[in-house]
């Protein structure tokens, strides 16, 4: 604890345990806590209760209040169980009775629900240890706990089903116990079981819920011989339960039988948990039965049978789709049987808003099933592909029902189910047998594209289906041939749409095809032969910032095909499209009014930067320094950012070689082996790295600080490794820069106040020791407001508000 903390933490003890006093408000208690607990985490409770005692005089003399405040006690009793999870800060407040008092007195938790809640919250903290579950059986609180799980608050009761849970679970985090201590616990897991079947007895369905609850908690973490009896008690309910309030109860039987499944119940014939999920797929609503069949999907040892139940479930409100167009193939159906009732899905799928959610539940979730197992299941990919394929037809217009026709009426143009859809297709081209749908997928999502009525967020779905089916079938021929002859016209549209988000949309669809499929000997020619880069260029000059941004990254990637395909290609254009980019560019970054094209330039040249062999741009190092100059200067902190990993670059690149433990690690270049650690820093003098280093240093944007610190040292590291080797003594750029930059920004003072050493030509490594730039990093690694949301303020904060009267007090709102 800082010394200027414990100096005013006896004066804050003081203030909460004032009854004439007013009381902080419940965030500066949260916040009390919060550090407290950051303490305990750092300190033994025992060193902070000997070092600070005003903590036990404070928790000893509230509780004896007659009427202490409901937030005050309750901080009380959760700092009293932070202190006391340590063992020796336990015994050390138990031999004071603090302990007994505070937690044995049952009339302090009967007045209010914070009360209630802090009491709880302070046994759950303090259970750390088995002397604190000793204290807890031998006061004979297992019984005020299961009072309190019934409670009428709910964060009463669902703390108190955290607290029952812990129990639970308790030894499986602890050592062995002296066996007399085991045995009791024993006992109390038995009593806890009664309770929880007396819950699910009694039904009342808050009692019942929060029982269920307590299973779910439990049952991930608890030993077997617990898992064992809690199962017997709940096991035999779950059906009855499940008859009388399905609604009501779905969720929490959801909940418990998955946990369950992921344990050894699960292969236990006995348990019954096999029998009761089956029993739920059946007669659930299917918005509640697909959630469940989803998650039963996903279960590791399922049985196959159960499996089947699950994928039936899922797929059938698409079986019914697929059953309603009059395009679907010989033998078309999805599903051989049915697991809910067809009235059911034929109901659900008649009322508009009812049949969107169904369909988009079950799409959702039919796009999982390519990343489940294979299992026998009379169920064909095709039928799977062509459903999907049916609901994207409908909500077209291009598939023509057979009956019923209200299904039609309900997708044609509905955006919701158009986006699932699309997302679905998409993930089903890793499936085994998508090579076969590769033709079919391709023209319904060129439809999409194609349409003007396209929704522009069910457009960039479009294209990340796309590409999604690019990436797992670019070994095809027929799918260079689609994107020569149909994808590139209707992108080229797409590039000139009047909604701005299409465009960048497009844009940002070009840059992930560029990116991924550059190295493929088909996509260089296509790109360069279908007038896209002529778009990009128009585009940078968009309206929209957004779109600008976009062409500028787009026209970043398709550099590095201009340039490596200029030869084979014979195109006149290569280098000299590559130079009026870089032109093009460096005016954005010196003109454009908008942050996020300059950001986009910078991002842009860095990465020419570190794949410069990939490049053969004319004058690149001039149009680079361009960039470094402007985008160090520049009013956006984002900008100066990337600039300063430009810097870096430059950096790493003339310093030769980058490792782990120093970034700046100098290893002689293969292309000059002579050439020393002076020359190289020379020439990062004549890139003016050094000016942009120091600018950012005292720049007013801590991120900006923070790198170009972080740069600095890494710098300092390598000169200090090599100081000998070095001859810098006598040159005048170093003085300049710094006294250029400490002009600016009128930080002289850093350097000592005087320049005297400066002037006489000191060396880089003086300067930067002047600088002392650990000390910086540091403080700069400070958020900006560490002082007011430091513990030191808070304890003020405290103390202030104590000392506010109504003459003085003002609404800081």
Known sequence: MERECAELLPSVCAVLADSKESVPDDTCLEKLLDWFRELTGKVPGLSLLQQNPCLTDLISSVHKLSDPEPSILSFISRLAGLLAASEDAFYCLEQQSILTE???NRELIETDATVRCGWIHGLLSMLQHWPAMKFILKYELIAVIL????D??????SAANQLLAHILTFPKHQEASPSSMYSEWTECVKEIARHVEDSLESGIPQHVQQSLKLVTLALGNCQPVVMEMLWQKVGGHMESLLEKDPTNMAQRLMELLLTASRTP???????????VMSLMLCSLTPTLAIPLASGILKLENCPESLRIKAQRVVLHPMDCILNTTDQQPQNAGLLDEFVCKESVIEDQLSRKASC?????????HAGELADVPSVSVELTSGSLFNSVLAVLQLCIGVAVPTTPAYICRHLIGCVRVQRFAVDTLGSLSKQ???????????NILLEYLINPDTESSVLKKVMQAILQWFSHHSDLPRVWHSLNQDLFPVLKKRLCDVRWEVRDSALEFLTQLTLNFQGKTEFPPILLSSGILKLLLDLLSDSESYVRASAVTALGQTAYITNNNEENLNSESGTSMQEDVASRLVDILAQDTEGFPRRAVVKVFADWLKQRSRLTIQNFEESAASVLKYGSNDLDWEVKIHSLEMAEVYINQTLSKSISACPYAVVQSTNSKNETLTESLQKLFNLKIFEVLLAGLYDCDRPVAQKACTILIS??????????????????WAPDILSKCFSKHSKMAVCGGTNSSLQAGGDLVEILSILDLETMQQALERSSDYIENSPRSLLQDILAATE????????CY
């Open 102 to 104: 505070l937690f044995g």
């Open 147 to 150: 009072k309190l799980q019934r």
């Open 152 to 157: 009428s608050s709910l964060f009463v009761a």
């Open 265 to 275: 119940l699960f292969n236990s014939t006995d348990s019954k948990i096999v029998t």
């Open 356 to 364: 969107i959610s169904l369909l988009c539940l079950s799409l959702s």
């Open 432 to 442: 085994t047998g998508s090579t076969d749908f590769v033709e079919q997928v391709f």
């Open 715 to 732: 710098l300092k590291q390598v000169i200090l490794e090599d100081r000998e080797a070095l001859n810098l003594k006598g040159l005048t």
């Open 804 to 811: 506010t009267t109504e003459d003085n007090a003002i609404d």
